[in-house]
């Protein structure tokens, strides 16, 4: 088996990729976004440019480190040539592809890199406005070389929480239910629309937490470590790992409050 890279080595991959990637996406949407399609639901849309863009990505991991795996939102899992590297890449082409279809600032390429299972690299590039977060494990998290260090809120009632919806009426019924219970508790609710960035949001403190329950790996794969670099707590319910039940990244001070708010209201719960 090949010596493992470093995480440093990793990122260096993966931030000239994705910015490479965030200039295909920003041209793509110049041009006209075509081929808009849906997935799960009526409102779960794919473009051209998300297959476009995860194809680049790809491509250039295949280059570069062509024993790796990948897995990606728009063409799943993709084995290494001979693998057997422990590296896996985990790939969100545009995370935020409602508001790439409206123009709206808020979308980003999202690559983190993992090594035996676990995240040890990762870059979320804001395509629209080219603000980039990035963190290896251990090494902390940076946007424009300032260190990140999360919100220095304490009380959950002066706390500006982040969070998203499913596309499913049925989940979002139940997260609208959740929402109107915690809505009272906390300062406000802002909802961006692609978790990768609200993560990083979380980390640099222009949100206080987020919370978010459906998410796939490639939604917070290399935005959680951005938060949990930044000193955040990043988990599910009752010790779980972030996962589809549940995704809560808050400093330690809020994230208890947080997370019992959240258990009580059954934000893991529901369709
Ligand atoms: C998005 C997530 C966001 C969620 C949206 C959507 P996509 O991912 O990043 O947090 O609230 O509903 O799932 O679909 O834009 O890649």
């Given at each position: 088996?090949?010596?493992?890279?470093?995480?440093?080595?990793?990122?260096?991959?993966?931030?000239?990729?994705?910015?490479?990637?965030?200039?295909?996406?920003?041209?793509?949407?110049?041009?006209?976004?075509?081929?808009?399609?849906?997935?799960?639901?009526?409102?779960?849309?794919?473009?051209?440019?998300?297959?476009?863009?995860?194809?680049?990505?790809?491509?250039?991991?295949?280059?570069?480190?062509?024993?790796?795996?990948?897995?990606?939102?728009?063409?799943?899992?993709?084995?290494?040539?001979?693998?057997?590297?422990?590296?896996?890449?985990?790939?969100?082409?545009?995370?935020?592809?409602?508001?790439?279809?409206?123009?709206?600032?808020?979308?980003?390429?999202?690559?983190?890199?993992?090594?035996?299972?676990?995240?040890?690299?990762?870059?979320?590039?804001?395509?629209?406005?080219?603000?980039?977060?990035?963190?290896?494990?251990?090494?902390?998290?940076?946007?424009?070389?300032?260190?990140?260090?999360?919100?220095?809120?304490?009380?959950?009632?002066?706390?500006?929480?982040?969070?998203?919806?499913?596309?499913?009426?049925?989940?979002?019924?139940?997260?609208?239910?959740?929402?109107?219970?915690?809505?009272?508790?906390?300062?406000?609710?802002?909802r961006f629309g692609a978790a990768?960035?609200?993560?990083?949001?979380?980390?640099?403190?222009?949100?206080?937490?987020?919370?978010?329950?459906?998410?796939?790996?490639?939604?917070?794969?290399?935005?959680?470590?951005?938060?949990?670099?930044?000193?955040?707590?990043?988990?599910g319910l009752d010790g779980a790992?972030?996962?589809?039940?549940?995704?809560?990244?808050?400093?330690?001070?809020?994230?208890?409050?947080?997370?019992?708010?959240?258990?009580?209201?059954?934000?893991?719960?529901?369709?």
């Open positions: 088996m090949r010596p493992v890279p470093e995480p440093d080595e990793l990122l260096a991959i993966a931030v000239k990729i994705a910015r490479a990637a965030a200039e295909t996406a920003r041209r793509m949407r110049a041009e006209a976004i075509t081929e808009v399609d849906t997935k799960s639901t009526a409102t779960d849309v794919v473009t051209a440019a998300d297959r476009a863009v995860e194809r680049q990505v790809v491509g250039a991991l295949r280059e570069l480190r062509p024993q790796d795996t990948v897995l990606g939102e728009e063409y799943g899992p993709a084995g290494g040539r001979g693998g057997g590297t422990g590296v896996r890449w985990v790939v969100d082409p545009i995370d935020g592809t409602v508001n790439y279809l409206y123009g709206l600032p808020q979308y980003a390429v999202s690559i983190a890199a993992a090594v035996d299972g676990v995240v040890v690299a990762g870059v979320v590039h804001n395509a629209a406005t080219g603000e980039e977060w990035t963190a290896t494990r251990g090494g902390g998290a940076y946007r424009a070389g300032r260190r990140l260090v999360g919100s220095a809120t304490t009380r959950l009632s002066q706390a500006l929480v982040g969070t998203g919806f499913g596309y499913d009426p049925a989940r979002r019924r139940h997260q609208a239910a959740v929402l109107a219970r915690l809505l009272p508790e906390v300062r406000d609710i802002r990768a960035l609200d993560l990083c949001m979380a980390a640099e403190g222009t949100l206080d937490a987020y919370y978010e329950k459906g998410l796939n790996p490639w939604d917070h794969a290399a935005g959680g470590l951005v938060a949990e670099e930044a000193g955040l707590v990043v988990a790992p972030p996962g589809p039940e549940l995704v809560i990244a808050a400093p330690p001070a809020l994230f208890a409050p947080l997370h019992d708010r959240l258990a009580a209201y059954d934000a893991a719960g529901g369709p």
